[in-house]
């Protein structure tokens, strides 16, 4: 609208009212659960080389939280050993710089070792995309998905089999939710995630009410009290 205004072609002012709001829905976000990626690990795609590419980049993003632009883009140099003897992945992050180092899960490990640490070359998100749906139908992940759109001012939810929205993004959510759910602490996911406030990592992690409802009855205070008689 400001472009229109400087080009000419709109003499519409009302976008600079302190009262405009640009209209603003929430898009549902899924992740993959540990289950159902050590389904899709378990695929035996030997009959399709470029699916067992793909799968073995997205379980790299899956057990990273990295970026795709981050996880398509490890080398035999970003594995590194730590002090402590251990074995991670260090890299600078495309999109914010920022240095993070992850420590390598094990099947992380087995596809380094699959690859002798060179990892297929990436194809494009799109191209992904697509073959990752592919690879969820062929991993049975149907569990229905719940979506809800506004049309026409109208508020119409429609549910579709998971695997139709995993994507390469999938990967990071994965990531960052699966480790909050190990019970990772939440400022050392974010050392990961490049996510500056808690605030804005907590919307980022996938949980609906039924798995929060379950964290929260691990708690001790959701716990039945000793009497002392």
């Not at 494009?124 to 073959?131: I, R, T």
């Amino acid at each position: 609208m400001r472009e229109g205004v400087d080009a000419g072609v709109n003499t519409n002012l009302t976008h600079e009212n302190k009262r405009f709001a640009a209209p603003h829905e929430e898009v549902e976000h899924i992740y993959l659960t540990d289950g159902e990626l050590e389904s899709i690990t378990k695929l035996d795609l030997s009959k399709s080389p470029r699916l067992d590419r793909v799968r073995d980049l997205f379980l790299i993003g899956c057990y990273t939280a990295l970026r795709f632009s981050d996880f398509t883009a490890i080398k035999p140099e970003n594995i590194i050993t730590t002090s402590t003897g251990a074995r991670a992945v260090k890299i600078n992050t495309f999109k914010t710089s920022q240095t993070v180092i992850i420590p390598i899960h094990p099947t992380v490990e087995a596809i380094l070792a699959k690859y002798e640490n060179h990892l297929p070359r990436a194809i494009s998100n799109q191209k992904m995309n697509k073959y990752l749906k592919d690879i969820g139908e062929a991993a049975e992940i149907k569990t229905p998905v719940q979506i809800t759109k506004t049309i026409g001012g109208a508020r119409v939810q429609t549910s579709v089999p998971k695997y139709k929205k995993i994507s390469s993004h999938t990967a990071r959510r994965s990531g960052a939710t699966n480790m909050f759910l190990a019970g990772v602490p939440s400022l050392a996911i974010m050392k990961i995630t490049g996510h500056k406030t808690e605030s804005v990592f907590m919307k980022y992690i996938c949980i609906d009410e039924e798995v929060n409802a379950n964290i929260l009855m691990q708690h001790d205070y959701f716990k039945p009290k000793m009497r002392v008689v």
